[in-house]
């Protein structure tokens, strides 16, 4: 469950990103947030993995408010919440099983947890038998895939995806969308910042569009409603 | 912390000092200079600092007295002077002693003073010593007092030039170490950032996924203290090394009494110790300022 409370953020170079945004996602919910370029979208995104804070209001996170939540408390948050981005942010040095195997060694997860884990999660995004491979010697969405395997070997109860497909084609970012859905259907929130028209207009989730800082539209089963 | 996570920060802050070799080479350069420097300084200083106190305790006042005291008159002003709360030693040196003793330091050329054994123009002394050194000039004030105390004699002047310049040399060394250590910290914080650098990535990822700062500054802690460890080995065998044979070569050579060097051991077991423990500190403390900066929320 996330819930934010009239929140509102300025950048210290004045810019007034986030202009009193109010909102509640049931958890299991999946939902679109839609809007132009600089409307807010990507400071909605990062307030509710608190990489950045409100300058005024709540944003509640399963009961934690994250506007007041300490510095040193932030990494324990981050182990609740899977973060996937456009640039898929693996590193290149290391297979894709250790890309995943990553997000556990550094919570401190034991070995053999770590191993029947990552496991589990290569082979529910259909990766297992490429586990060996490095990242550069895989296709985009592939790519992609073992970036959402990473967010959730964690078993997160909510996964935040800021344009997980803006950097793929058509056929994979289906294959994306698919997978996603495949999380949802688990009980997993997903909160999704996308551009993709066709995605959203196809697959009818909730839709909120963000304009100039507000919200402007929220629909249970909506469309994308701007201009591809 | 598992064992496996320990092993895991070594791993990668071993890594890293491969991966960045050149900087890796001038950090360790860095601190060896530095410690090299810094050991050099404080095997002289604290040498010095051996003589200032073999010397300050081989102080002495001698009383020379007046030709015409009686027994009585002496016994009396050696009560005089034991009564100075600052004294500690009062030692009486009859003429003839006086007279042996300098015969004895002249050595060969000394026997010309035979003939004054027959008529002794010496006095008979009273040495006394203060039970701090610096007092002495207070004692030796009082004692002039004294009737019978004709004069009074002690190193006026030579040792607290000395001890001047011993202060002085050692205020200009710390400058001089304090400015050293701190280029060696420079050094090597500009080391580690850009390790941090080449690792921002994976720093980025580490946060997203829920690493804490702690866990994050491991490797780089580590990687501080092995460049100042390593750094420290080379001047710590170098001056180990250097000393041992100094010291194998001047001991019998060094026969004047405060003149000595010190002994071997324990002092270069205890410079070696300070000397790693300032390498391990630079490094750790040179570390720690390029990630903290890195690592604010």
């Known amino acids: 469950m996330i819930e934010m409370k009239d929140v509102y953020k300025t950048y210290p170079n004045g810019v007034i990103a986030l202009n009193g945004i109010s909102v509640r996602i049931k958890q299991g919910e999946f939902v679109y947030v839609v809007g132009p370029s600089g409307a807010g979208k990507s400071t909605f995104i990062k307030m509710m993995y608190r990489e950045e804070k409100p300058t005024s209001g709540s944003i509640v996170i399963n009961g934690v408010n994250l506007a007041k939540l300490k510095d040193s408390r932030v990494p324990l948050l981050r ?32 070995p053999k947890v770590i191993k029947k884990k990552v496991m589990e999660v290569l082979d529910l995004v259909g ?81 909120i569009a963000i304009e100039s800082g507000k919200i402007v539209r929220d629909e249970a089963r909506g469309e994308y409603g701007y201009e591809a | 912390m598992r064992l496996s996570t320990l092993r895991r920060h070594a791993r990668e802050s071993l890594k890293s000092l491969g991966r960045n070799g050149w900087m890796t080479f001038a950090s360790i350069s860095a601190v060896t200079v530095t410690l090299l420097l810094v050991g050099v300084f404080l095997v002289i200083m604290f040498n010095m600092n051996h003589f200032a106190n073999k010397i300050e305790n081989d102080v002495e006042i001698r ?99 000395l001890f001047k310049t011993l202060r002085i040399a050692r205020n200009v060394g710390l400058g001089l170490i304090v400015g050293l250590l701190f280029t060696a910290m420079f050094l090597i914080s500009n080391t580690i950032k850009i390790t941090i650098f080449a690792r921002r990535r994976e720093i980025e990822i580490m946060r997203l996924v829920g690493a804490t700062n702690g866990f994050i500054r491991w490797p780089f802690f580590l990687e501080g203290l092995w460049l100042g460890v390593i750094g420290a ?41 300070v000397l790693l423990m300032l390498g391990a500190c630079i490094g750790v403390w040179g570390s720690m300022m390029s990630v903290r900066k890195f690592l604010k929320v």
């Open chain 1, 127 to 207: 990766l297992k038998n490429k586990a060996r491979f490095y990242p550069n010697e895989l296709s985009g969405g592939e790519q992609q895939r073992v970036s959402i395997a990473r967010s959730i070997v964690n078993s997160p109860k909510i996964v935040i995806a800021d344009e997980p497909t803006g950097n793929l084609d058509p056929e994979n970012s289906w294959g994306i969308m698919e997978l996603f859905e495949q999380i949802n259907d688990r009980g997993t929130t997903i909160v999704m910042a996308t551009h993709n028209r066709e995605i959203v207009n196809t697959m009818k989730k909730r839709v």
């Open chain 2, 63 to 161: 009383v020379y007295i007046d030709l015409t005291a009686t027994d009585k008159d002496k016994q009396a002003l050696k009560a005089q002077i034991e009564g100075i709360s600052e004294v500690k030693d009062v030692q009486y040196s009859s003429k003839e002693q006086e007279l042996q003793n300098l015969i004895k330091s002249f050595g060969e050329e000394g026997s010309s003073f035979r003939l004054f054994e027959q008529d002794n123009p010496l006095s008979d002394v009273y040495i006394v010593k203060a039970a701090k050194p610096t007092d002495t000039m207070k004692v030796a004030k009082k004692i002039e007092t004294f009737k019978f105390a004709h004069k009074v004699r002690y190193g006026k002047g030579q040792v607290e030039k």
């Open chain 1, 79 to 110: 182990r609740h919440i899977g973060v996937v981005f456009q640039d898929f942010k693996l590193l290149p040095k290391l297979t894709v099983y250790e890309n995943v195997a990553f997000a556990l060694e550094v919570i401190e997860e034991s």
């Open chain 2, 233 to 273: 080995i080379v001047p710590i065998s170098l001056i180990l090394f250097v000393y041992y044979n100094i010291y194998a070569f001047l001991k019998p050579k060094l026969t004047v009494p405060f003149l000595q060097l010190l002994p071997f051991n324990p002092f270069m077991w205890e410079i070696s110790f």
